[in-house]
């Protein structure tokens, strides 16, 4: 199947175009949850400690010398807020150029292999503004490396967590932008621009 129709066609057409680019493929196969069911499992989840196992939405495979093999896991689980308080290895990372910050969400980043965007989910009705929804996106065997590639695995996430925040009805307060750029100074954050 095309980009645009993995995961149940999850991706946004900006995201689909980049899954091309970061993986250099044009047909994928894949094994999915469907969105609904999957938002309402991981809602019930949120209070028990299930909810703090990740729980993969999208596995994106790719038939590459005639085995297929991992191109992207998407994944999505819980954790508190304090959790995200940075860490001196996340800003010696950002320095060395290992790992890129995005005005997205409550914290956003992305390396050459992974990117991980945090996000509030909460409503009126919810116990969860100590809680918050942590994205996850694995990669292997793609083409797509440096800045570009890392560009290319957050607007995939963000994508899928745009579709769980939509379907847990949080997208209006999650900070999750259709469109963004990385943050080009280490020392800002989302939090303190």
Not at 160 to 170: E, H, K, M, T
């Amino acid at each position: 199947m095309s980009a645009a129709k993995v995961c149940n066609s999850l991706l946004s057409r900006a995201a689909a175009g980049q899954l091309g680019e970061l993986t250099g493929l044009s047909e994928f196969t894949d094994e999915h949850q469907q969105v609904p069911a999957y938002s309402s499992a991981l809602q019930k989840a949120e209070a028990s400690e299930e909810g703090r196992k990740e729980q993969e939405l999208c596995r994106i495979t790719a038939d590459l010398d005639k085995a297929s093999l991992l191109t992207v896991a998407i994944s999505f689980w819980w954790s508190d807020a304090q959790e995200v308080r940075p860490r001196p290895e996340t800003i010696n990372r950002i320095k060395s150029g290992d790992l890129t910050l995005y005005p997205i969400g409550v914290h956003s980043e992305a390396s050459d292999y992974s990117a991980t965007i945090q996000f509030s989910c909460a409503d009126s009705n919810s116990r969860r503004n100590d809680k918050l929804l942590r994205a996850g996106l694995w990669t292997a065997n793609t083409k797509l490396t440096g800045q570009a590639g890392r560009n290319a695995r957050v607007t995939i996430l963000n994508a899928a967590a745009r579709q769980i925040a939509r379907q847990l009805d949080c997208l209006d307060t999650a900070n999750l932008p259709e469109t963004f750029h990385k943050i080009s100074d280490p020392q800002r954050s989302p939090n303190n621009g």
